[in-house]
């Protein structure tokens, strides 16, 4: 699985859009990136994934520059109810042996009223 | 929402006893999983399971054991309970050629006196 380096925490105010960056530097061909999101005492949610390029849902946009090495997670005006952990993943989705996601520490985002 | 529920959902116990934790689905998924989180880790696989009696280690398995005698259930066993397990255990669920969008269970809040 690929390394991801992503920051600790982050303070926004609401109404702002918030940018999360994630630097995964030795990304294989293969590898999708992949966003979760995790309230206090509940499980992870997933946001979105993608492959290249940018992809957007009604949660998040998710944006890959060409190189892939980094990827933005982007949180279009925010509110308090965005105050979540944040992690990054990096890897294959559909080879088999790949089941195993390692979440790290993930980006404690705080939303400021 | 993920049909997934875990029980108990709170639970005490002593230091040596056993402890069986149960994870069911009613969304006919082929990935199990079960991650424990502690402050400061994250989230850590701990075993899951590829089908119906295929199980696998995770990155903290010592300690624990895993049976999957049925696609809908998952159960966790802690052989003799340590205080070090002490933790909040979460259970997951995936399709198998997208096992990096997993949804997540409640959670189990465990603490060993």
């Known amino acids: ?113 | 929402d993920a049909g997934i529920t875990q029980s108990p959902r709170h639970k005490v116990t002593e230091t040596g006893t056993p402890v069986t934790l149960r994870c069911h689905q009613t969304e006919n998924h082929r990935y199990m999983y079960w991650y424990r989180q502690d402050p400061g880790h994250g989230l850590r696989l701990i075993h899951y399971s590829y089908g119906v009696k295929d199980t696998d280690k995770g990155e903290v398995s010592d300690g624990y054991s895993v049976s999957r005698s049925k696609t809908e259930d998952f159960l966790l066993t802690l052989e003799s309970a340590t205080s070090s397990q002490t933790s909040v255990y979460f259970c997951a669920i995936s399709e198998w050629d997208r096992v990096y969008e997993q949804y997540f269970g409640p959670g189990t809040r465990l603490t060993v006196t």
């Not at chain 1, 990304?27 to 206090?40: E, G, L, M, S, V």
């Not at chain 1, 994934?49 to 990827?71: C, H, M």
């Open chain 1, 1 to 113: 699985l690929a390394k991801t380096t992503q920051p600790i925490s982050m303070d926004s105010y609401e109404g702002q859009e918030v940018n999360i960056t994630c630097s995964h530097n030795n990304i294989a061909t293969n590898d999708y990136i992949t966003w979760y999101q995790q309230f206090p005492s509940q499980g992870p949610r997933f946001i979105i994934q993608g492959y290249k390029t940018k992809v957007t849902n009604e949660v998040a946009s998710l944006f890959i520059p060409a190189d892939r090495k980094s990827s933005t997670l982007s949180l279009p005006r925010v509110s308090l109810s965005d105050t979540a952990v944040y992690y990054c993943l990096v890897g294959t989705p559909s080879n088999f042996g790949n089941e195993k996601l390692t979440f790290g520490t993930g980006t404690r985002l705080t939303i400021i009223p």
